[in-house]
Nanobody
Framework: QVQLVESGGGLVQAGGSLRLSCTAS????????MGWFRQAPGKEREFVAA????????HYADFVKGRFTVSRDNGKNTLYLQMNSLKPEDTAVYYC???????????????????WGQGTQVTVSS
């Protein structure tokens, strides 16, 4: 049974930082590309960042470039999202997701991901 468990969310003031973690089990982590998405109340789930299973340059949404950094530790089956210079508009539930490298698809499309975590709330106060 595949499980993705996010942690590290919380309440932070604007300009602050948080580090999210996503620990995976029940899958071969190194064979999956991993992504972070977020969903604010009343809005659709949107792509934040992704780290390919083969490494290389991560992918970011334009609105987090220069502020967020995605990384992965295959030895720990864990995906990270370091979030700096947080803004109130970053407030959302953040989800990690796994994308099977054997399939084609797009990191930017939530429907192309195979497994999802339960999400962790990030709230940025002004």
């Amino acid at each position: 049974q595949v499980q993705l468990v996010e942690s590290g969310g919380g309440l932070v003031q604007a300009g602050g930082s948080l580090r999210l973690s996503c620990t995976a089990s029940g899958l071969t982590f190194s064979s999956y590309s991993m992504g972070w998405f977020r969903q604010a109340p009343g809005k659709e789930r949107e792509f934040v960042a992704a780290a390919s299973w083969i490494g290389g340059t991560p992918h970011y949404a334009d609105f987090v470039k220069g502020r967020f950094t995605v990384s992965r530790d295959n030895g720990k089956n864990t995906l990270y999202l370091q979030m700096n210079s947080l803004k109130p508009e970053d407030t959302a539930v953040y989800y990690c997701a796994a994308f099977d490298s054997r399939r084609s698809g797009s990191y930017y499309n939530p429907a192309d991901f195979d497994y999802w975590g339960q999400g962790t709330q990030v709230t940025v106060s002004s």
